[in-house]
């Protein structure tokens, strides 16, 4: 199974008012991106921390409606900020509402502020992949249960790197794979996730490999992809969300690299 080459852009929900989001969107959809993403968090990541920021699955309704072509979801949700089997119904309410376009991300969880405002605890970062591995058997189960079903076999999505467990679950749950780092980490880290496949009796070969990337393709694309990348995702901040270096990225792939 070859993937094909795909442009994700993730624009992050912060330092923007809606309307500028919105606009953002639709400006990615009309540049030919294949996905777009946001974050699942409550406040920015970068730049002023108390600044401007929306909420990640109410945004992705949104989205489903403002677009057509594009898939959406979050890169990534956090496993923590709501039950299983009410992610799965949220998951299963966009996907229809965006006509199968949704995929659904989702990690461990991080980002110690936003537990803490929220009310959630924090725990270690060990227990929190322990839920992460009781969720996910949870959700697909939820989606079996719905009705109405799913639209389609929604894509699942885990951001991480964490060799013994993340990747693990990985093989046994995931459509996508993000990683997080350099060309090095993501050589590494993809073999581990190939020698998982191989112990759970999964080709590695269906597991799409993705990665955040911030420069040119030219620069980077020929070694990430000869380590088996094929969706590449730009992250890119408000309030003005510059599209330049996402554009360069859906001419590379439309170029046929």
């Known amino acids: 199974m070859t993937q094909p080459i795909r442009i994700g852009v993730q624009l ?3 330092h923007a008012d809606y309307a500028q989001i919105r606009a953002a969107v639709a400006e990615a959809e009309e540049a030919g ?3 777009v993403f946001n974050w699942d968090h409550f406040f920015p990541l970068y730049g002023d921390p108390d ?6 699955w109410t945004m992705l309704g949104a989205w489903a409606e403002a677009t057509s072509r594009v898939e ?3 890169l990534v949700s956090c496993n923590s900020y709501r039950n299983p089997e009410l992610l799965a119904d949220m998951a299963r309410t966009v996907d229809h509402i965006s006509g199968g376009r949704l995929i659904l991300g989702i990690g461990a969880g991080w980002f110690q502020r936003d537990y803490d405002e929220y009310g959630y605890d924090f725990a270690t970062a060990g227990a929190r992949l322990a839920d992460l591995a009781q969720a996910l058997p949870r959700i697909r189960d939820r989606w079996s249960k719905l009705n109405p079903a799913p639209t389609r076999d929604i894509p699942v999505l885990i951001g991480g790197g964490g060799e013994r467990k993340t990747l693990r679950y990985t ?3 995931a459509t996508i794979w993000h ?3 350099d060309l090095d980490t993501f050589t590494r880290k993809s073999g581990i996730l190939d020698r ?3 112990d759970v009796g999964r080709d590695p070969a269906e597991i799409e490999r993705s990665i955040g990337v911030s420069a040119p393709p030219q620069e980077v694309a020929d070694g990430l992809i000869a380590a088996g990348a ?3 995702t730009i992250g890119v901040g408000g309030p003005d969300y510059d599209l330049g270096l996402v554009k360069e990225w859906v001419a590379w792939r439309d170029a046929g690299r």
Do not use: N, R, T, Y
Request: some cysteine; glycine content about 12%.
């Open 230 to 232: 094929s969706l590449f």
């Open 12 to 14: 992050q929900p912060q």
């Open 196 to 198: 998982h496949c191989a």
């Open 51 to 56: 600044g401007k920021h929306f909420e990640c």
């Open 33 to 35: 991106v294949d996905v």
């Open 171 to 173: 093989a046994e749950h």
């Open 179 to 181: 990683s997080f780092g």
């Open 72 to 74: 959406i979801g979050a």
